[in-house]
């Protein structure tokens, strides 16, 4: 039987300067106003194991995803996992967190669903099954920034978290946590909506595939 692997990268974007930096696979780049971004990310594995993710309002807000080429319909047993991530995170913020290289965070505020955001975050995640990568630039060029504008998000800060090979909400939310760069990206003040789309590829290396978007409005 072969070892289930697991993989995460983070991308944090804010509009103004550029910066990057870390080692394949973990990579956090990102570009800033005012400030400045850098990090990291990790990998690990072992059993994932099952059980139920925690508790926490995860939201009500409508998830279509016009424009950005992913069907309304959305399996329910992949939406469920899409909201026990929200759950973990919105838990997160509330408590604050101890990002390590990136810093100490205190709490903030809940995140709320953007549909825009739920779509691009959706679509990589099929996408990364389908094509068999992992990446936040796809086969065709477009990295993440590219592909939210392009689905008709203007926000002025942007964020992505993308994780592989995890199988509950619970231990993709515990994964990015445990990782610096991840850590700031959720726990950042200046996000205030979120897209998450999770989607199940057999076949594929992973077969989990998990992704955040973040937005300032």
Known sequence: ???????????????????????????????????????????????????????????????????????????ASWTRLEADVLAGVNAARARGANCDSEGV???????????ILVGTARALSKDMGNRNFFDHTDPDGLDPFQRMEAAGYNGGAMGENIAAGYSTGAEVVAGWLASDGHCRNIMDPDFGVIGI??????????THYWTQNFGDR
């Open 197 to 206: 789309g999770y989607a199940s590829v057999p076949g594929s290396e992973y």
């Open 105 to 115: 965070f205190g709490p903030a505020s809940a995140l709320s669903l953007n549909p």
């Open 1 to 75: 039987m072969r070892a289930i692997s697991y993989r995460v990268l983070a991308l944090l974007f804010v509009t103004g300067l550029t910066g990057c930096g870390s080692e394949i696979p973990e990579r956090n780049t990102g570009r800033s106003s005012g400030g400045s971004s850098s990090g990291g990310s990790s990998s690990g594995g072992g059993d994932t194991g099952t059980g139920d993710t925690g508790t926490g309002d995860t939201g009500t807000a409508d998830t279509g995803t016009a424009d950005t080429g992913v069907a309304d319909s959305w399996p």
